[in-house]
């Protein structure tokens, strides 16, 4: 159970961001998939991170630590159809930079709107993960807006691309941030993987 988490930093260089000597874990996907609203579910602070209707509103490397030893970072979303060129290739030098290098990082997750059948831009993302050797887990929102058979449908659906891709697929999580759904598995998890960094260092 998480009972602490404060906002510390936000970055556009991963060479800035705080010392790694505490493990984190980055959450990445779409604009306005809900990935800002994950984390303040998680947290359960409404106003941790700042979310919004309108896509685009997370801009920077934004770091929360969380009970004085790990972080979450919430990240800035891709395939925002309104950004300029340079705006974009800000964002891959960021976020490409930031997923790689950063070497405290212990898992992404990748959140996928569970309302869309797979999408080339997230399957494509994910690729790229595989292929730079960044862990990925994925993470399913928005699962209050629709039935739970459309749900599973949708997942079944993604998780068969991945396994075109990958021998394996990631493992993966369902949740709503409007409905706590997903809030104990997610933390539980996240948490065994924090315990298992600090047993290994
Ligand atoms: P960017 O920072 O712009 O990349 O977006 P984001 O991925 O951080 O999304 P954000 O958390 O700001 O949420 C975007 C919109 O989706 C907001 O209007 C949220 O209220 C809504 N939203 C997020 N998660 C859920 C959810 O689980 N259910 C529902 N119904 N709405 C959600
Ligand atoms: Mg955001």
Not at 4 to 25: H, L, M, W
Not at 44 to 62: C, D, E, R, V, W
Not at 71 to 99: C, H, Q
Request: charged share 30%.
């Amino acid at each position: 159970m998480i009972k602490k988490a404060e906002f510390i930093t936000s970055n556009t260089d991963y060479r800035q961001c705080p010392p790694g000597n505490k493990p984190e874990v980055a959450f990445i996907g779409r604009s306005n998939v809900g990935k800002s609203s994950l984390i303040n579910m998680l947290t359960q602070k409404k106003k941790l991170a700042k979310t919004s209707g309108t896509p685009g509103k997370t801009q920077l490397i934004n770091h929360f630590e969380i009970d004085d030893r790990w972080y979450m970072v919430d990240l800035p979303g891709y395939g925002f159809a309104k950004v300029s060129k340079t705006l974009r290739a800000n964002w891959e030098k960021m976020i490409k930079g930031y997923l790689t290098n950063r070497e405290n990082l212990l898992a992404t997750f990748v959140l996928i709107d569970s309302r869309l059948e797979p999408q080339k831009i997230d399957i494509e993302f994910i690729h790229w993960c595989g292929h730079q050797g960044v862990p990925v887990v994925l993470v399913f929102t928005k699962a209050d807006k629709l039935t739970k058979s459309k749900v599973q449908d949708n997942v079944d659906k993604f998780i068969a691309a991945m396994e075109e891709i990958f021998e394996e697929a990631p493992e993966f999580f369902v949740t709503s941030a409007e409905k706590k759904q997903g809030k104990e598995e997610l933390t539980a998890f996240i948490e065994e993987n924090i315990e298992e960094f600090y047993q290994e260092n």
